[in-house]
Structure formats: structure tokens, C-alpha cells
Antibody
Framework: QVQLQESGPGLVKPSETLPLTCTVS????????WSWIRQPPGKGLECIGY???????YYNPSLKSRVTISVDTSKNRFSLNLNSVTAADTAVYYC?????????????????????WGRGTLVTVSS | DVVLTQSPLSLPVTLGQPASISCRSS???????????LNWFQQRPGQSPRRLIY???NRDSGVPDRFSGSGSGTDFTLRISRVEAEDVGVYYC?????????FGGGTKVEIK
């Protein structure tokens, strides 16, 4: 059974970088798209972006200027860095797996969403 | 970005009664391959989201058959034929047809 586990600091200061890692167990990171999704307290879901196992990345345009997602296949994990954070970035951050992507015009859509999710980690941005 | 509007925001339901959630898209969700990539997720209190339905009407493995999805184009519906206590939570639709993928705002199902 595939399992995903987020790790990282629970508190980040404004203007600093939010770093998270997702470790994948019970399956290979190869062949899939790996995503970060966040949920502000009491609000809905927002996809931050995703990385293919080969390192190709696709970021939500609303966050693209501040986001880096990378993958380390040797350690079966992938990471998120979100810089210049503000209180608006306070959220539960989930990592998730997508089994399929469809490429078109430089983009990749994730037609079926995400089939495995981590438990999520709350990150608070505060001084 | 495609906006998915769910209604109602909150849905109190009596145990054993049916429930229906609407998801309306600001754009047609038919992809160039002819498929419609509209999916439904359930998030129980304190848990991660779980996919229930993919491509409009296909149930994921282990999802009870009281859950069903339907719709086309821009209008979609998730139905629960007889609500059980374990169905309490927030339900989200999600489109994977257009870049970037987007989620609806969620519908909270609770027991009366």
C-alpha cells in the first residue's frame, strides 16, 4: 500500500521560505506525478503544482513565481519550497500522487486527480 | 482558470435519506479526446481527501455503490442514495480537463 508522509516545520516566519518534504513508501516514485495541495483553515483545496518523476515541473500560475517543487528518486521523495511567505500561506499542506497526466502545449493536465494523499501538515506563517 | 461552483454549501440530511450535490463549471469540461475529466472527493472530518468518483461516473475501488456521479458539459451531480453516518464530511468536485486543475469550494454534508 502506497503511503505518503509530509515533513517540515510547523511554523515559518513571514518573508521566509516554507520547506516541506514528502516521503513515499510502499511504492516507487517512478512513473507518476507528485503534487502539493494546500487547504487554508476552514477553506477549500488549492493545487500548488506537481512534478513528474523525471523532474519536469508544472506550477499553478497563481503561485509560480514563489514555488519550487523537486524530486529525488534515489530517496523516493519530493519537496516543496515556497518563498516570501505571508500569513495567507498558512494552511494544511498535503502531498499527493497522480497516476496519469496528459501533455498538451507545454502543460500537463491531471485528468483523474489524486489517488493517494498524505495526512497533511499544518504550516503556520507567523512572527 | 475554470471556476467550479458547488451547491448547496451545507446539506443537512436525515440518515437513510438521499442527498444530491451540484457542481457547475464555468467552462465545458469535455477534453479534446472526448472524455470529461470531472472527479469527486470526500474529506471526512480530520482526514485527508479521498477520491470517490473519477471521469464523471466511475467509482473508485472500495467506494460504496450508494455513491453515484452523473452529468455532462458544465453540470454535474454527486448523489448518495441513502446517507449513512460515515458519509459526514465535505465533498469537492475537481476538474482535470483544463490547466490548471481546480477544485470546487466544497459542500458540507451533515446529519440532521
Amino acid at each position: 500500500q502506497v503511503q505518503l508522509q509530509e515533513s517540515g516545520p510547523g511554523l515559518v516566519k513571514p518573508s521566509e521560505t516554507l520547506p516541506l518534504t514528502c516521503t513515499v513508501s510502499g511504492g516507487s516514485i517512478s512513473g507518476y506525478y507528485w503534487s502539493w495541495i494546500r487547504q487554508p483553515p476552514g477553506k477549500g483545496l488549492e493545487c500548488i503544482g506537481y512534478v513528474y518523476y523525471n523532474g519536469s515541473t508544472y506550477y499553478n500560475p497563481s503561485l509560480k513565481s514563489r514555488v519550487t517543487i523537486s524530486v529525488d528518486t534515489s530517496k523516493n521523495r519530493f519537496s516543496l519550497n515556497l518563498n516570501s511567505v505571508t500569513a495567507a500561506d498558512t494552511a494544511v499542506y498535503y502531498c499527493a500522487r497522480a497516476s496519469r497526466g496528459i501533455a498538451f502545449g507545454g502543460f500537463v493536465v491531471i485528468p483523474f486527480g489524486f489517488d493517494y494523499w498524505g495526512r497533511g501538515t499544518l504550516v503556520t506563517v507567523s512572527s | 482558470d475554470v471556476v467550479l461552483t458547488q451547491s448547496p454549501l451545507s446539506l443537512p440530511v436525515t440518515l437513510g435519506q438521499p442527498a444530491s450535490i451540484s457542481c457547475r463549471s464555468s467552462q465545458n469540461l469535455v477534453y479534446s479526446d472526448g472524455n470529461t475529466y470531472l472527479n469527486w472527493f470526500q474529506q471526512r472530518p480530520g482526514q485527508s481527501p479521498r477520491r470517490l468518483i473519477y471521469k464523471v461516473s466511475n467509482r473508485d475501488s472500495g467506494v460504496p455503490d450508494r455513491f453515484s456521479g452523473s452529468g455532462s458539459g458544465t453540470d454535474f451531480t454527486l448523489r448518495i442514495s441513502r446517507v449513512e453516518a460515515e458519509d459526514v464530511g465535505v465533498y469537492y468536485c475537481m476538474q482535470g480537463t483544463h490547466w490548471p486543475l481546480t477544485f470546487g469550494g466544497g459542500t458540507k454534508v451533515e446529519i440532521k
